[in-house]
């Protein structure tokens, strides 16, 4: 099946400092997902990306897709403690459709004040 | 809240149990799924569900068995578990392509 690698596992930053974290798959994707799991809770949705060079803002995240449609990142400008959590990108388990998400290992934001 | 409603939040059973979890989702989407969350892995995709009708098994040891009778309600019917199968067990649905909506999970511990 589909596999995508997320880096990196884990980043501390300071509360005010900018966070990125990047996904890379092998093959060209159709779309790509972002989800946020806050501790003790659920992977919440994001965003989805679909065209290529795709630029989307949400307040202080910024999620980016690729010219060719193999990588994405998601940045956060000024890091806040409400960011805390970990931040998954996903991508179709195959060919479009009602079709189950692979997930990358996720990557843990660890924000110190 | 979610919209989509997993029980029992937490379970804890010995490896010859019969047990079962429950998903139910208010979002009137067509597609329902089972994921596996656990401390070593990420989340792995267990089923998938389209219109009631199953559309990907991901390889999942058949002690594990899903049952989906309608739409609404999915079912994860588990019998002679392992040690390695506890973990977070999380129900997601959506429109067909579009985002999932994961209910909280429950978190099964296998004795």
């Known amino acids: 099946g589909q596999q995508v690698m997320q880096i990196p596992q884990y980043q501390h930053v300071q509360e005010g400092e900018d966070f990125t974290t990047y996904c890379n798959s092998s093959t060209t994707l159709s779309n790509i997902q972002w989800y946020k799991q806050r501790p003790g809770g659920h992977p919440v949705f994001l965003i989805q990306?679909?065209?290529?060079?795709e630029v989307k803002k949400q307040k202080r995240l910024t999620f980016q897709f690729g010219e060719a449609k193999k990588n994405s990142s998601l940045h956060i400008t000024a890091t806040q403690t409400t960011d805390v959590g970990t931040y998954f990108c996903a991508v179709p388990d195959s060919g479009g459709g009602a079709d189950g998400l692979t997930f990358g290992k996720g990557t843990h934001l660890i924000i110190q004040p | 809240e979610t919209g989509v409603t997993q029980t029992p939040r937490h379970l804890v059973m010995g490896m010859t149990n019969k047990k079962s979890l429950k998903c139910e989702q208010h979002l009137g989407h067509n597609a329902m799924y089972w994921y596996k969350q656990s401390a070593k892995k990420p989340l792995e995709l267990m089923f998938v569900?389209?219109?009631?009708?199953?559309?990907e098994n991901n390889s999942v040891p058949s002690r594990f068995s899903p049952e989906c009778p309608n739409s609404s309600h999915l079912f994860l019917h588990l019998h002679t578990l392992q040690p390695e199968d506890s973990a977070l067990y999380l129900c997601?649905?959506?429109?067909?392509?579009?985002?999932?909506?994961f209910g909280d999970g429950t978190r099964l511990s296998i004795l």
């Open positions: 997601a649905s959506s429109p067909e392509g579009g985002a999932q909506h």
């Open positions: 569900y389209n219109f009631k009708e199953q559309t």
């Open positions: 990306l679909v065209k290529s060079g």
